[in-house]
């Protein structure tokens, strides 16, 4: 069988107008001899009746009465509600749907209430139905544990249903349907003349997701690597064809693929010294109190992070009750410049700091791997640092 796997947004199924594009996007396919297996979001956004933070917002999240497994069966209904909306349509234009929750899909999960990771899918129902001509129309962001316990698997979750099913069903390639072409060389509403990417490697999109793009969940992208399953990012609403993430991309060339930012940011330098007993620790003190640093640089004289603003004040905290000379920036925006053509080739690093010269940009901290440089820049030059990279590498 020619399975593949189609995976909706909430705003792909928010209105009634956009379910029969769904509708037609599933029909297109089974004309086209695939055996569909519909993965779908709840519908819309906030303020929606039945979309994720909807919900939340019948209890009291901040107080926090309820446990977390009790959160996991309020968010489930979502995705639930939207499955059996998106059945009716399909149903009405002459197919045969089967709703699925995630534990009905076979999706077999551990018990971390909120963000569960697949321990394995039980394909058996789904390749049943489907032999017996049904549209499996599965609820994303969701599973079971074991015993029976219903778990989420974190926000964007739908991303990871759809590309876990597809590497559990041998799928020919997964859709990911949002209401974006694909993905593009920066964001659209910063750089005027930003364009769609028609292929990427998995490697380029997994980092674009985690450094702030939010084109497909990165533990999406994991699970399409692992089994090297074809993706592709689409728009419900327009006939593009789209952005192809695949294992090898075209050699066309080009050394940096797109732009993309994560805003937000505080910068910490923490001195190092005699004086400073706890500098050697400061790392593992974080970690154990559940904070994530990223930008890692080490000096003999001090050691230089960036955390979440919103962690800002607990990092000063610590570091205050560990009597630990340091210094903040707040206020702070990581530029990410990504590409595989960058590797091994002279001169991107200085390139990126010359064009951000030119622009008066000041640069507060740097980072690069094979495929990603990292810029740290002030918030309010977050704008003006893109566009500049964009002009610079042509992109």
């Known amino acids: 069988m ?17 379910r029969e594009m769904v509708a037609d996007k599933v029909i297109d396919a089974i004309k086209k001899g695939y055996k569909p297996v519909v993965v779908v979001s709840a519908i819309g956004r906030k303020g929606d009746p039945y979309a994720t933070d909807t919900l939340l917002s019948l209890i009291d999240n901040e107080k926090a009465y309820l446990e977390k497994r009790e959160y996991d069966i309020l968010m489930s209904c979502g995705e639930i509600i939207s499955c059996v909306v998106m059945a009716e349509v399909l149903s009405k234009r002459g197919l045969k749907p089967r709703v699925l929750t995630g534990g009905q899909a076979g999706i077999i999960t551990n018990d971390n209430f909120g963000n569960a990771d697949i321990l394995r899918i ?6 049943n139905y489907i032999n017996e001509g049904y549209v499996p129309v599965v609820a994303g962001f969701q599973g079971m544990t074991q015993s029976g316990e219903i778990t989420t698997l974190g926000r964007g979750g739908s991303d990871i249903t759809g590309t876990a099913l597809g590497a559990a069903l041998k799928a020919e ?30 490697n380029e999109v997994f980092q674009f997701a985690d450094q702030g793009a939010k084109v497909i969940h990165p533990r999406a992208v994991e699970y399409a690597m692992k089994v090297n399953i074809p993706v592709y990012i689409k728009n419900t609403m327009s ?9 090898s991309r075209e050699s066309i060339g080009r050394i940096i693929t797109g732009i993309t ?38 000096f003999p004289n001090y050691r230089v992070f960036t955390v979440d603003s919103k962690q800002e004040e607990n990092v000063k905290k610590i570091l205050d009750e560990l009597k630990l000379k340091y210094t903040v920036v707040s206020n702070c925006s990581k530029i990410a410049v990504i590409g595989n053509g960058m590797r091994g080739i002279p001169g ?3 390139k990126i700091l010359k064009a951000l010269k030119e622009k008066n940009i000041k640069v507060l901290q740097t980072a690069d791997s094979h495929t990603t440089i990292w810029c740290l820049v002030k918030e309010e030059d977050t704008t003006n640092a893109i ?9």
């Open 239 to 247: 006939n593009s064809k789209g952005t192809l993430i695949t294992a």
């Open 173 to 202: 390639f997964v859709e990911i349907y949002t209401d974006v072409d694909g993905i593009m060389t920066a964001d659209p509403r910063i750089v005027d003349d930003a364009h769609l990417i028609e292929t990427m490697s998995y």
């Open 261 to 298: 930012h994560m805003s937000s940011r505080t910068q910490i330098s923490v001195e190092y010294g005699e004086e400073n007993q706890y500098a050697d620790d400061v790392f593992d003190i974080l970690a154990a109190n559940k904070i994530s640093i990223d930008l890692i640089n080490v």
């Open 387 to 395: 566009k500049a990279l964009h002009e610079a590498f042509e992109l």
């Open 348 to 350: 991107v690093m200085a």
């Open 122 to 127: 039980d394909t058996t129902k789904l390749i």
């Open 2 to 18: 020619k399975i593949i796997v189609q995976k909706f947004g909430g705003t792909s199924v928010s209105t009634q107008q956009r």
